[in-house]
């Protein structure tokens, strides 16, 4: 195993940060309640998370394990009409959970595991997130085109497991 110059061992066979972050919001998406597609996420800034969120009902309020997804009652398919869905997005768990707490993630980065929707991309961006790496994508062009326009890093990370 290689040294430093302070004659301590040095791993070399550590997860690197991003893989590290990545994961831990997949550990956070078996949080969520939804039928269609669990999502974690968390805010990071300086290595050190800030928030986490999952897609879920509004605290106190039924799941739609609980009532049944409307969205697919509805046969509507993913990406569409997220205004019929009782669930708040992983990402606006997080913006909420930070406002709540008085946590600031201004310049934080977001881990998470699905490519932001057109209305989380919007509200990222007035966080004035620095940047945004998410595992899965999502039909949502004119997010990705947002993110660029406001010169946010944004890419794809997949997860790696051990």
């Not at 899965?136 to 062009?141: F, I, K, M, N, T």
């Given at each position: 195993m290689p040294t430093n110059p302070d004659l301590l061992p040095v791993r070399d066979d550590r997860i690197p940060w991003p893989q590290y972050?990545?994961?831990?919001?997949?550990?956070?998406?078996?949080?969520?309640?939804?039928?269609?597609?669990?999502?974690?996420?968390?805010?990071?800034?300086?290595?050190?998370?800030?928030?986490?969120?999952?897609?879920?009902?509004?605290?106190?309020?039924?799941?739609?394990?609980?009532?049944?997804?409307?969205?697919?009652?509805?046969?509507?398919p993913s990406g569409e009409r997220h205004e019929l869905c009782r669930a708040l997005h992983a990402e606006q768990n997080i913006i909420v959970q930070a406002a709540t707490h008085g946590v600031s993630i201004e310049g934080a980065e977001l881990y998470c595991t699905t490519q932001p929707c057109l209305i989380c991309t919007k509200m990222l961006i007035n966080c004035r997130f620095?940047?945004?790496y998410f595992a899965?994508?999502?039909?949502?062009?004119l997010a990705r085109d947002m993110f660029d326009e406001a010169g946010i890093t944004y890419r794809s990370l997949p997860v790696q497991t051990p």
């Open positions: 972050f990545m994961q831990i919001a997949y550990l956070v998406a078996q949080r969520s309640t939804c039928l269609r597609r669990r999502v974690g996420a968390i805010a990071v800034r300086d290595k050190r998370i800030l928030a986490t969120g999952y897609n879920g009902a509004p605290i106190g309020l039924k799941h739609c394990k609980e009532v049944g997804c409307l969205r697919e009652q509805m046969n509507i620095s940047a945004i899965e994508g999502y039909p949502d062009q």
